[in-house]
DNA sequence: CTGTATCCGATAAGATACTG
DNA sequence: CAGTATCTTATCGGATACAG
């Protein structure tokens, strides 16, 4: 899962630019990543483990959760620590103040969808 | 652009997954494919015109604008009709109050994105 | 003017094997 | 336990040509 874009490619130059002029489409771009939202909403339940998160996401694989983790991190949206109480697992993840303030605004945006997404299930 | 799924994939199975378990995986789906929300944002100020929506967004194609605005449409967050005073273009856009409810919220999100992604700029 | 059809390159997701 | 590396497939975005 290493991620090198051609940065000559037109496709990269538009993300590039769209980024550029609303964080908004950064924003979306992290969080339309598949499982994303899903990780995001475990670690705000207090879900703090590696494979208590791979456990609890069953369907993600190994490499996508890393992924998603070190992303999330990477944002600030997530925090990392070491446990050396060394009865369970080695690293703890939890939610930092932007994070929640995300995950706020996220619960808004589902009960938006919730109540306005059906229609096109009929 | 024609989008058939291989409904077996992997893939496929993992995404209507998450879009069953929560609607909002659906609504961030749409939004993430590029250009929406600038489509949305454009249409909100009143620009109404395919030919005028693809000359503000003039890095947009053809195929995909036309294809943005199906599935805008298709969820009902903008409504085409018919103009049939001859002198400019045949359509126009606008949004419903389900797009202006959720035009509201990206506004928020944008808000947010704003003022705490620049931290990974640096 | 408002699109549709087709092809192809770029990126994302998943499977699997492996590591400190 | 908590990942990393590599490979394959699926999907998306863009270019171009064309049509009602």
Redesign the pocket.
């Known amino acids: 899962?290493?991620?090198?874009?051609?940065?000559?490619?037109?496709?990269?130059?538009?993300?590039t630019y769209l980024e550029e002029k609303c964080t908004l489409n950064e924003l979306i771009?992290i969080l339309?990543?598949?499982?994303t939202t899903d990780v995001l909403f475990e670690i705000e339940e207090g879900n703090d483990?590696?494979?208590?998160l791979?456990k609890s996401i069953d369907?993600?694989?190994?490499?996508?959760?890393?992924?998603r983790?070190?992303l999330l991190e990477q944002y600030k949206l997530i925090k990392?620590t070491k446990?050396d109480s060394g009865t369970?697992?080695?690293?703890?993840?939890f939610l930092t103040p932007i994070g929640y303030k995300l995950s706020e605004l996220l619960d808004q945006l589902c009960q938006f969808s919730d109540s306005h997404m059906n229609s096109n299930f009929t």
Chains 1, 2 share one sequence.
Do not use: H, P
Not at 1 to 15: A, D, F, H, V
């Open positions: 899962m290493i991620e090198e874009r051609k940065i000559t490619s037109t496709n990269y130059l538009n993300q771009n339309s990543k598949r499982w483990r590696f494979s208590s791979k369907l993600i694989s190994d490499n996508v959760l890393a992924n983790l070190k990392k446990d369970t697992g080695k690293y703890q993840y």
